[in-house]
């Protein structure tokens, strides 16, 4: 007995429901698995430890937005990473560019480079006002490249 056409539409639909959701949902676990790793969590915390930076965003309140997974600054294996994270406040918003490696021994992530470029063309380094506290710390703030 053939499918009526009312049938195929209805299951056209559901299935086209079914993989939306589900590529959404694996967007949204990507996306709270990005803000769980240690190093974004390291570069939001220099962030919002930085006063002129936060100061420029009109922070806080600090919203980070979700990375973008096709952007090409965006590269993470087992031992670095590199990422853009879109960041805005009540006054502008930009980007923050982090640049980390895997400690091995220590297995811990430290950040080489954290810069904040803003969407006017500023930008802020939010390593340097931290550069001797970080010395003890074992981080470095060597050029990434961005």
């Known amino acids: 007995m053939p499918a009526s056409i009312k049938s ?26 990005f803000a769980r790793s240690e190093y974004y969590r390291l570069a939001m915390e220099h962030l919002a430890a930085h006063p002129a ?5 009109g922070a806080p309140p600090l919203k980070a937005h979700n ?3 096709s952007d090409r600054h965006n590269r993470m294996d087992h031992t ?6 879109p960041v805005t ?16 021994l ?13 969407r006017d063309g500023r ?6 006002c931290d550069a001797e ?8 703030n060597a050029d990434a490249g961005f």
């Open 80 to 85: 670095s990473a590199q990422v853009k994270i």
């Open 8 to 33: 195929l539409q209805q299951m056209a639909i559901f299935v086209t429901l079914f993989t939306g959701g589900g590529c959404s949902m694996m967007y949204y676990l990507m996306q709270k698995n």
């Open 53 to 57: 930076a936060m100061e420029s965003l």
């Open 133 to 140: 506290a970080s010395d003890h710390n074992g981080e470095t």
């Open 106 to 118: 220590l297995n811990r992530w430290r950040l080489q480079e954290v810069v904040l470029q803003l």
């Open 67 to 69: 990375i973008h997974l």
């Open 123 to 128: 930008r802020i380094d939010i390593l340097t």
């Open 89 to 104: 406040g009540t006054k502008a918003g930009g980007y923050l560019y982090m640049s980390s490696f895997k400690d091995h």
